[in-house]
């Protein structure tokens, strides 16, 4: 399987393009702030064709290029329906504040093709298998996509902003709850061997047993606790509270 990656923008978020070898179709995952000339260099290096683009989430630092990148391949977005609203207006996933700083002035909308995920769906997309597991807690959309193990490879599990080296995603926006991201956390990627290489939305690549073992907001689940002690200092990618500027 191919992964070639990057991070997008002036929020660092990680766009993906994942195809099971170059010269072969692909699907875009999480296309954020000015990712088309990245994803058009992967494409021309990897000789890549796009069928699909994929979405963890709908908050603007991963989906900010989704309509025109979809429009210019001509291929659908997908997408969980709890945060499908974010796509036409992602100030909703914003305080007031945030929405006027950020996206003053700017107007978004959806693909021309736009389908809706579930928990539990496996994919068929160019040529390799996507599972699905809702992962509710930094949105009420929030999604994973996970490859299945190879005689080559490990599982593989795409977390968006649910997971990090080190820490998990942040839960002070709107539709975001502390308790669901720890039930999450502990069903979709404490269920996974430690081999499982976990390719987060910002940031650099871990693995499962790493994370079980190191992060202050894992380990304490993986013994029957509770998570960390606090429902944001530490749970996210905020300019203030780490190196990334994610949401």
């Known amino acids: 399987m191919l992964v070639a990656g990057f991070p997008a923008g002036s929020f660092a978020a990680n766009c993906y393009l994942v195809a099971p070898a170059a010269g072969e179709e692909c699907v875009i995952i999480d296309p954020g702030e000015g990712a088309e000339a990245g994803i058009d260099e992967i494409i021309r290096e990897h000789r890549l064709k796009p069928v699909a683009v994929l979405l963890t989430h709908g908050h603007i630092d991963h989906v900010w290029s989704v309509a025109p990148v979809c429009g210019a391949k001509d291929v659908p977005a997908y997408i969980h329906p709890d945060d499908r609203e974010l796509l036409s207006d992602p100030a909703k ?45 930094h949105t009420p959309g929030s ?21 990090f080296q080190g820490s998990i995603g942040r839960t002070d926006l709107p539709g975001g709850s502390y308790e669901e991201i720890l039930k999450s956390l502990s069903r979709v990627c404490l269920s996974l061997p430690d081999e499982a290489a976990v390719l987060p939305g910002h940031g650099d690549q871990t693995t499962i047993g790493r994370e079980r073992a190191a992060n202050p907001f894992l380990s304490p689940l993986s013994s029957g606790g509770t998570g960390g002690s606090s429902p944001l200092k530490g749970t996210d990618l905020a300019p203030s509270d780490g190196p990334h500027k994610g949401f």
């Open 93 to 137: 996933g914003f305080p007031l504040a945030a929405k006027q700083q950020l996206l003053g002035g700017l107007t978004f909308s959806e693909p021309d093709d736009v389908k809706e995920l579930s928990d539990g769906a496996v994919m068929r997309l160019a040529g390799l298998e996507f599972t699905v597991d809702h992962a509710p807690g």
């Open 143 to 163: 999604v994973t996509f996970r490859t299945p193990k190879t005689e080559q490879l490990p599982d593989v599990i795409f977390t968006g902003d649910l997971l």
